[in-house]
């Protein structure tokens, strides 16, 4: 966390922006870990001279986000299609069951392009999907930007404002409060999944 911290320090919103348009665009990555840990680190700096702020670390977060997805998009837009014609049929991956998949992410490309945010792995894969199954861009460039300003300043304004106090309660370091967090953002998609499942 040590070395996150002197990058943040020294990169400032580059930093911020970097390293989640790697996340987006595919590069492992703890995309919510970073924004708890950016959100914390900035509530431990707020008193003091140091110039950066919570507002243009939401911005950048934004910007770097949106910048992967449509990345992300294009290259499935472009490449994908001809890849997956090609070898998709050694994979299963059949014509019919691919127009199939197409059609349906066609279908909710909005709700699923939100909700993917919040479930890691599947960010990554959506952008992809959607390019491959060529969603109308001027649809996806609107959830993709709003998913990412919800889930950028959620969890950003988490570790901010939630940070310290953990801490004090817990009695915990940085690198539990962030442990804890994504835990309980795991366990809360696996029970939404199942209530949706079941339904």
């Not at 939100?114 to 996806?140: C, D, E, H, T």
Request: glycine share 10%.
């Amino acid at each position: 966390m040590e070395q996150f911290q002197s990058l943040f320090y020294t990169y400032g919103y580059f930093f911020v922006f970097l390293f989640l348009f790697c996340g987006l665009i595919g590069v492992p990555a703890a995309e919510e870990s970073f924004l708890l840990f950016v959100g914390v680190t900035l509530s431990q700096v707020a008193a003091t001279a140091y110039s950066l702020n919570l507002s243009l670390c939401i911005l950048m977060a934004v910007l770097g986000a949106s910048s992967g997805m449509v990345s992300a998009y294009l290259i499935g837009f472009y490449i994908g299609e001809p890849f997956i014609e090609r070898f998709g049929k050694y994979i299963g991956l059949t014509e019919k069951r691919w127009k199939i998949a197409q059609k349906r992410f066609q279908q909710h490309t909005f709700l699923a392009i939100i909700a993917g945010y919040f479930i890691p792995g599947v960010r990554q894969i959506n952008p992809y999907l959607a390019g491959l199954s060529r969603a109308r861009f001027a649809l996806y460039l609107p959830a993709t930007i709003l998913g990412a300003i919800v889930w950028s300043t959620l969890f950003l304004m988490l570790g901010y404002y939630m940070g310290n106090q953990i801490r004090q309660l817990l009695g915990l370091g940085l690198l539990h409060v962030i442990i804890i967090a994504v835990l309980l953002l795991i366990g809360f998609i696996i029970v939404t999944i199942i209530k949706v499942k079941k339904r």
